[in-house]
């Protein structure tokens, strides 16, 4: 049976308000989880507790636009995302140790590139930043044009609707078909919250799904991660991908 957090806190930083999930007491050293894309902290309900029995402090966020934390203000929130985790280390006594997944992974190392004094080490789970097809290059004025009318459908129509969170758990194994019943369960429950006409909706901002002309790229994240001074550890998986194209 999974472990619920031991205390469920906030956080004001960088503008913005972050859900904390913590186990383990308060004055042993940090550890911060960092989720993955259009997931939350409780994802980490498994092995947090397993951490903290090692005599850590573990600190699983929501980053914001998930969960219970604040929405976005852009659709370029990379660079905020790394602010947040940096001011966040500072909030809890850096430096911190990141264990991080997916998205997750690409953010704690650039984190502990720009803010090398306030982390020890990376964890870095199948995560070394975006996908490819974020560095794809765009014509700047169709790509704008492109993100607000996106930002515009998301206005109008909202988040998604779902009749029942048993609906969210079925297509979340559509999606990733090596998860459990139990374990797609669990993130539903977590990660969605009452919607319109009685269904449900996920807990994430539609619009992180929206990007925005800029100078984002390969080269930039490369240049960040060749900053990182701290050690890291990098977990890539040996089987195949197993996700589909839902």
Not at 103 to 125: N, R
Not at 139 to 162: C, H, K, L, M, N
């Amino acid at each position: 049976m999974l472990k619920r957090p031991d205390r469920a806190t906030f956080v004001d930083v960088n503008r913005t308000r972050l859900r904390l999930w913590q186990w383990g007491d308060a004055a042993d050293p940090v550890i911060v989880m960092v989720h993955g894309a259009f997931d939350h902290g409780r994802m980490f309900d498994g092995i947090a507790p397993r951490l903290a029995a090692l005599g850590y402090h573990v600190v699983a966020v929501d980053m914001r636009g998930h969960g219970d934390s604040g929405r976005l203000w852009s659709g370029n929130t990379w660079l905020a995302m790394n602010l947040d985790l940096g001011l966040l280390a500072r909030e809890l006594g850096s430096p911190v140790r990141f264990v991080s997944h997916s998205f997750g992974g690409g953010q704690a190392l650039c984190t502990a590139a720009i803010f090398p004094e306030d982390v020890k080490w990376v964890v870095s789970i199948d995560g070394l930043g975006p996908p490819a097809a974020a560095f794809e290059l765009h014509d700047p004025i169709e790509a704008t044009t492109s993100a607000f009318e996106a930002i515009q459908r998301v206005w109008d129509r909202g988040p998604r609707q779902y009749p029942s969170r048993e609906d969210m758990a079925e297509r979340r194994r559509k999606i990733n078909v090596r998860m459990s019943e139990e374990w797609a369960a669990h993130l539903v429950l977590h990660g969605s919250r009452p919607g319109r006409d009685g269904g449900f909706e996920w807990k994430f901002d539609p619009m992180f799904n929206i990007g925005l002309g800029g100078p984002f790229s390969a080269e930039m994240l490369l240049a960040e991660y060749h900053l990182v001074q701290c050690p890291v550890l990098v977990v890539t998986g040996t089987e195949p991908d197993t996700w589909n194209d839902l």
